[in-house]
């Protein structure tokens, strides 16, 4: 038998800097994370139909909501038309509704013996989360994208450089990533579609309710700062 | 102009802060009247993100349970 070479030293001369095994081991968090990511777009590829399906809540919004308001003239907003300053609240209002329902995949999964599979495997549980956080990251990004296009055809005028749009995707990506975590969570405490369906219905609703609720009221701070600055006054119909 | 309930609240909501986020970059006449600047609703939604995925990486198994 032929003598081998130790794999560990004894007194630990061979092991690398904790900065480079730090580097490393991030780096393959990041590849398992994107491996999950990965997984979860190819399963929109096969089956788009819920992004259409959800794609039409904020459609409706921006239409119906945004051009009753404008033309009623009912808030005025710093100088901006109704419609300009309601499509930021409607993306983020879409990213939100992507991103709760994102969680009942796991359910699924749990179901079809993914799960315990995933589970058995050595990928740290953070890595399984931020990779479906990721997914609904991308399906986010779609609804955003429908969102801007909507905006920009009905004569909305929001910045399209390249600032922007980094910008746009980063946040986009970002929030989708809480409110997915969030889900998960809520789906691993129900664990039944229906307790899921129900919780993340109403905790969207919360949410959303909340907002609006702060945005009409900013609406009214922003209409009286305008009132009292020396430029132009709130347009009357008349 | 908000009772001040709501207004704490809506603070803890990360919905505010993703909408004041978005506002501020696609708005060009939003920062004016910003509600609590880019660099704080980064904050605040990457270290909701950190104790979310925390608290989900937790309870991954639940689901198989």
């Known amino acids: 038998m032929r003598p081998q070479p130790l794999d560990v030293q004894p007194n630990g001369l061979d ?12 780096m393959a968090f990041a590849s398992k994370t994107l491996a999950i990511a990965d997984m979860e777009v190819r399963k929109l590829r096969h089956d788009p139909t819920e992004l259409a399906t959800r794609a039409i809540q904020p459609v409706l919004w921006l239409l119906i909501f945004g051009q009753v308001m404008s033309r ?10 109704y419609l300009d300053f309601l499509t930021p609240g409607i993306l983020a209002q879409s990213v939100l509704f992507i991103a709760i329902f994102n969680g009942i995949s796991i359910i699924w999964e749990r179901d079809l013996g993914i799960v315990h599979k ?20 991308v399906r986010a990004l779609v609804q955003a994208v429908v969102v801007m296009a909507l ?36 789906a691993c405490l129900v664990k039944t579609r229906e307790r899921f369906m129900g919780v993340g219905q109403t905790a969207s609703d919360h949410a959303v309710v909340l907002r609006k609720q702060c945005h009409l009221s900013d609406d009214d701070d922003a209409a009286f700062s ?13 | 102009m908000m009772p001040r309930s709501l207004q704490l609240i809506s603070h803890m909501n990360p919905l505010t802060y993703q909408v004041d986020a978005l506002r501020i970059i696609l708005l060009p006449q939003f920062p004016a009247n910003q509600q609590f600047g880019l ?21 991954y198994p639940h689901i198989a349970q």
Do not use: Q
């Open chain 2, 39 to 59: 660099p704080m609703d980064f904050l605040v939604l990457a270290g909701a993100l950190v104790v979310l995925v925390a608290i989900s990486a937790r309870l």
């Open chain 1, 118 to 137: 995933f589970l058995a495997s050595p990928t740290p549980r953070a890595a399984l989360v931020m990779g479906k956080a990721l997914g609904g990251g």
């Open chain 1, 226 to 238: 305008a009132a009292h600055l020396p430029h132009e006054p709130p347009h009357v119909p008349g």
């Open chain 1, 151 to 186: 905006g920009l055809a009905l004569g909305v005028s929001v910045r399209c450089d390249a600032t922007a749009i980094v910008g746009l995707i980063v946040f986009v990506v970002l929030g989708a990533a809480v409110f997915s975590s969030f889900s998960l969570i809520i």
């Open chain 1, 15 to 26: 092991k690398p800097l904790a900065s480079i095994t730090a580097l490393r081991a991030l």
């Open chain 1, 72 to 81: 009623g003239h009912a808030i005025d907003t710093a100088g901006m038309p």
